[in-house]
């Protein structure tokens, strides 16, 4: 499986940015998939999941009403809004797949990750 993401950039805070995770390598629709994000110094934590079918779909606390997870099974793509951008969002974006269909939160319980995107919000 290969994972390929992209769409980070510099922005102000109150900007938008859209990340966008194309998927290769086996069948899209059967999996789970998620966005992560390590900023410096800290660990990789959960930003948002989203089911197989993208009928469900999860999102950290920090993150909340501002980004928006969503996934195009055909195209083998998955997406992630990011509206009214903070400082404290800056880190490096990764997205994540498992074996498996539900959402999961923790990096372990995922199996294949992207090489990341850097994102930065200025002040």
């Known amino acids: 499986v290969q994972l390929q993401a992209s769409g980070g950039g510099v922005v102000q805070a109150g900007g938008s940015l859209r990340l966008s995770c194309a998927a290769s390598g086996r069948t899209f629709t059967d999996y789970a998939m998620g966005w992560f994000r390590q900023a410096p110094g800290k660990e990789r934590e959960f930003v948002a999941g989203i089911s197989w079918s993208g009928g469900s779909n999860y999102y950290a606390d920090s993150v909340k009403g501002r980004f928006t997870i969503s996934r195009e099974n055909a195209r083998k793509m998955m997406y992630l809004q990011m509206n009214s951008l903070k400082p404290e969002d800056t880190a490096v974006y990764y997205c994540?797949?498992?074996?498996?269909?539900?959402?999961?939160?923790?990096?372990?319980?995922?199996?294949?990750w992207g090489q990341g995107t850097q994102v930065t919000v200025s002040s």
């Open positions: 994540a797949t498992r074996d498996g269909p539900s959402i999961r939160y923790h990096t372990s319980e995922y199996n294949y």
